[in-house]
């Protein structure tokens, strides 16, 4: 773990060229949205197992601290992903290497590009938001929320260290020893190279036909409008509930087919394989202890096939109250 | 012209940590080389200042280390290069990533260990050539690995490398550059086997394009692109 603070201390002070901020703005960006990408998941699976949590989560989602997050969000997301495209170029065709440095600048001034409407266009959203002088959740409330999360994330990591540490003592092992040095070619290794780049390729349209739905043309705010268009539907949000909203869209159907939870589908795993390998391959290069290293191995796996598992759980279970079910609610009580 | 230097000193014998330490020279021609006013310093002002040099002429590769900044060999770095001005201020400490033994001298052996680890000798295909004479090669298959070829093994590459200051289990730039030479080396005949070495998890996989060791090789290679070749390679063979 020392090595992270040197690495992040001599970054700083050695004076490398381009490459190297674009490397600390991919990996800093990457981590930040494989953070946002775990909470994402579980809230937005309340929608089917917990409507009242999905209700609060939107409305925290809808206050201040976090538009300012989203704007960092929607950045890291459109930098990681052209500067993604950059890295697969250059992987393909390492003789273009001369033009790297300038390829780096691109892709910072494409990013701006991208960015400064997709930002007018959220400020927008904000300004209508604010106009309808709103209530906005507590911090405190928020830090609740958000507690829960971090203690999550503690309980993880702090019982994958438990087990490992066992593990250590089953197999007699030294426990301040370093991970084996030299180990074996694994095809696994290489697959999951190529993995990064694949599904970054695929990830990239779907991702920003996301963020272009819930961010750009409508925003977070607009969920919970009552009598509001669902986005990539042809239907209505009358109660302006923010369950209904996501019943609408996983409900939605093409010629018989629920394209946005297929959608949503093919975005949760992608997401969650590409981040969480990117993830492993962060620990790996500053967690050098073995029992450490192979407590957030586990707690990596663990966390990717949990988010993918309550991931689609909630894409099969659906939500119930749509619409229709919402209206006959209320014709039924009236 | 004057030239200030500020140079990391530890000496393990007294230091507990380690220091700067300052020392101001006149009389510099400004195409004096940096490793001749090192040499000054530990003349004139403090002889107990301790810097690894052998040919002096950029050929041997013992003096890299880092100069404002960036990893160099201090042997080709004109004073003039490093500032504007009658008085240029010089930074200078050792390369990271290696053990430091005594102030600009580090402990190369684990760099070694990773330059033997990619077998850098040539094996060749059959133990006698079919006419019994020479290995002949096209001039275009000799201009594959012509760039590899020029490697003084001096480490500016691999200790600019952040993955390697990360993990000092991985292989880095210059062994990747060596094993490159001999894997595209058409009479070479352990290109698989060198190949197998790299795609293990501490190989090629650990760089991550971050390009500080192209720009630091005192040599000019490629080197980013050598590796990018090296993993092409092990996915789609030679």
């Known amino acids: ?334 | 012209m004057k030239v200030t230097f500020r140079i990391r000193r530890f000496n393990p014998e007294k230091d507990s940590k380690p220091w700067w330490g300052e020392y101001t020279l006149d009389n510099v021609d400004p195409i004096d080389r940096v490793l001749e006013l090192l040499h000054r310093v530990k003349w004139e002002q403090d002889g107990t200042l301790t810097l690894r040099r052998s040919c002096a002429h950029g050929v041997c590769g013992s003096d890299a280390m880092r100069i404002n900044g960036v990893n160099r060999l201090a042997c080709k770095m004109l004073v003039k290069t490093l500032g504007a001005g009658d008085h240029i201020k010089v930074q200078v400490e050792p390369i990271l990533g290696l053990p430091v033994i005594k102030d600009l001298v580090v402990d190369m052996e684990p760099f070694f260990d990773h330059y033997r680890a990619v077998m850098p000798y040539f094996m060749p295909k059959e133990h006698v050539p079919a006419d019994g004479r020479e290995r002949l090669q096209s001039p275009a298959d000799r201009e594959r690995f012509d760039d590899t070829t020029k490697c003084i093994l001096c480490a500016c590459c691999t200790t600019s490398c952040p993955s390697f200051w990360a993990n000092g289990k991985y292989v880095g730039p210059a062994a990747i550059v060596q094993a490159h030479r001999f894997i595209f080396d058409t009479r070479d005949g352990a290109a698989a086997q060198r190949l197998n070495i790299l795609a293990e998890p501490d190989g090629v996989w650990r760089c991550r394009t971050i390009f500080n060791c192209t720009p630091a090789c005192p040599r000019e290679i490629e080197v980013t692109r050598a590796i990018g070749e090296v993993k092409l390679a092990i996915q789609r063979g030679v």
């Open chain 1, 1 to 334: 773990m020392a090595t992270i603070v040197t690495t992040v201390t001599e970054v700083l002070r050695y004076r490398g060229k381009i490459g190297q901020w674009s490397w600390v703005f991919h990996r800093v960006s990457g981590l930040g949205i494989v953070l946002f990408v775990c909470l994402h998941v579980v809230d937005t699976s309340w929608a089917a197992f917990y409507p009242d949590l999905y209700k609060q989560a939107i409305a925290e989602y809808q206050s201040p601290l976090f538009t300012i997050g989203e704007f960092f969000l929607v950045a890291a997301v459109v930098y990681h992903a052209i500067n993604g495209y950059r890295i697969i170029v250059l992987d393909r065709r390492p003789h273009l290497w001369h033009l790297q440095q300038r390829a780096a600048v691109l892709v910072f001034v494409v990013v701006g590009i991208i960015l400064i409407p997709v930002f007018v266009l959220m400020f927008g959203h904000v300004l209508d938001y604010y106009d309808t002088d709103p209530e906005f959740v507590s911090i405190a409330e928020i830090a609740e929320t958000q507690a829960q999360f971090a203690i999550g994330f503690v309980v993880i990591v702090g019982a994958a260290l438990i087990l490992s540490f066992l593990q250590a003592i089953i197999n007699g092992e030294n426990i301040s020893d370093p991970i084996p040095g030299m180990r074996r070619a694994s095809q696994l290794d290489i697959w999951f190279w190529k993995f990064m780049r694949v599904s970054g390729l695929l990830i990239l349209p779907l991702v920003f036909g996301h963020l272009a739905m819930m961010h750009v043309i409508m925003g977070v705010f607009d969920i919970t409008a009552a009598g509001g268009d669902v986005i990539g539907t042809d239907l209505v949000n009358q109660s302006g509930s923010a369950v209904e909203f996501v019943g609408d869209r996983w409900n939605f159907l093409v010629a018989g087919v629920a394209v946005w939870r297929l959608y949503d589908g093919a975005l949760l795993g992608l997401i969650v394989l590409h981040g969480f390998y990117g993830l492993r391959l962060v620990v790996n290069d500053y967690a050098h202890n073995r029992v450490v290293n192979r407590a957030l191995n586990w707690a990596i796996v663990f966390g990717a096939a949990g988010l993918i598992l309550v991931g689609s759980a909630a894409l099969f279970a659906g939500v119930e109250n749509t619409a229709e079910a919402l209206l006959q609610n209320i014709v039924a009580r009236s």
